[in-house]
């Protein structure tokens, strides 16, 4: 018989990490042919396949899915800044008795982005440019790092020193952009403007 598929995914991974900070990742098992939870060891391997963090697969399946198993993993962010390519590894399963391999090993790439320590704090006030009621739920961006505002349409992110680029965007509106560089703690105020579409004089003229 041969041995089942296995397919392996990772999530969760943070958008940026600081360098050598410890963070968590998830990482998934599923049997091609959906078979129930088996204690299945799951591994992080970076760059230069040295292994940088380990865990098995619990027995409840994640949320939304039928047969896909996870382990919650923690490891350390890399040394140096940049993107760096990682991988996460099941290995083969195999029946002691009969010393069959039951379930195929598998393995996906995914990347993590270092980043220096943070030393400032940016605070960005999304309102609407017309009434400036604020915005919740706009997408705030300084690449690598990203979040949401708040009820109150406040959003913060802690930054390293240097030059940023900012752009705060939401549903329906015309995204805002400034450039600057951050030396300390700042506030920033993004007016949003409604991004109403054509008119129908506009759409037919």
């Known amino acids: 018989m041969e041995p089942h598929a296995t397919r392996i995914v990772v999530w969760d991974v943070p958008p940026a990490v600081e360098c050598g900070a410890p963070f968590r990742v998830k990482v998934g098992v599923k049997c091609a042919a959906e078979c129930g939870a088996t204690a299945r060891g799951v591994e992080i391997r970076d760059a230069h396949g040295d292994v940088v963090g380990t865990g098995a697969v619990g027995d409840v399946p994640a949320a939304g899915t039928s ?119 700042v506030t920033i105020q993004a007016e949003l403007d409604e991004d109403l579409g054509p008119s129908d004089a506009e759409l037919w003229s």
């Open 67 to 185: 047969a896909l198993y996870y382990a919650d993993v923690e490891v350390h962010g890399p040394a140096a800044e940049g993107l760096h390519g990682w991988e996460a590894r099941v290995a083969e399963l195999v029946d002691l008795p009969t010393g069959r391999v039951t379930h195929a090993a598998a393995s996906v790439p995914f990347h993590v982005r270092a980043v220096r320590a943070p030393e400032c704090v940016m605070k960005v006030i999304a309102v609407d440019a017309r009434s400036k009621l604020p915005i919740p739920g706009a997408r705030v961006v300084v690449h690598p790092y990203r979040t949401l505002t708040n009820l109150d349409g406040v959003a913060e992110l802690r930054l390293p020193k240097g030059a940023y680029r900012l752009f705060v965007s939401g549903r329906d509106r015309f995204p805002f952009r400034s450039d600057g560089e951050i030396v300390g703690d």
